[in-house]
């Protein structure tokens, strides 16, 4: 019974394409509550700030410039019209352009309902109709519950990086995520 209202539960997540539909100011400003939440601050490697005033200008200006942005995919969960989770794909320039790097973001009171899985899925199939070849990630090392879901979806860990990141006064290791989309006669081993 429990299974079966969670399935229902995780059918109910919208993922929308923001280059397609135009989020409004509050889903902006929800992005920017997801980011900025202290517990998703524990695992989040690239802080642009930690006021959310600040990240909600921010998002609006990214959000802006997105829909003539080739290089981004970004891709917003939605449940019951709250957004909860979101998911970036960065392609890297020049003789990287078939690579895209994902982050994926989902806020604490959804965690462990399935919800980054979809969005990861999800992320997965524009980066192939867009033509990539490749998907990278990265994330603390410790941050099992990303590992999970990468793992889950067809990621291989690549590599760790020792005393990467300083987070407060300690140094944590980085996991390196990698997925090839392409086929056999496009990739090498």
Request: charged share 30%; proline share 2%.
């Amino acid at each position: 019974m429990e299974n079966a209202i969670l399935r229902e539960f995780i059918m109910s997540l919208q993922i929308v394409d923001a280059k397609k539909c135009l989020l409004k100011n509050e889903e902006a400003m929800m992005l920017a509550e997801i980011e900025t939440h202290p517990k998703v601050r524990e695992y989040d490697t690239d802080v642009h700030t930690n006021n959310k005033s600040e990240m909600y200008r921010l998002f609006k200006k990214f959000l802006k410039t997105l829909p003539s942005n080739k290089k981004q995919i970004f891709l917003v969960g939605k449940l019951n019209g709250k957004v909860i989770g979101f998911l970036g794909i960065y392609r890297e320039s020049k003789r990287m352009k078939h690579v895209g790097v994902v982050g994926i973001t989902v806020h604490p009171d959804y965690w462990n309902r399935g919800f980054g899985t979809n969005l990861l899925e999800a992320g997965i199939e524009h980066a192939r109709k867009e033509g990539l070849l490749k998907l990278e990630a990265d994330t603390l090392a410790k941050n099992k519950a990303m590992l999970r879901i990468a793992e889950k979806v067809g990621f291989k860990r690549e590599g760790i990086r020792k005393i990467r990141i300083k987070m407060g006064e300690r140094y944590e290791d980085e996991a390196l995520l990698g997925m090839v989309l392409a086929s056999e006669r496009h990739a090498t081993s």
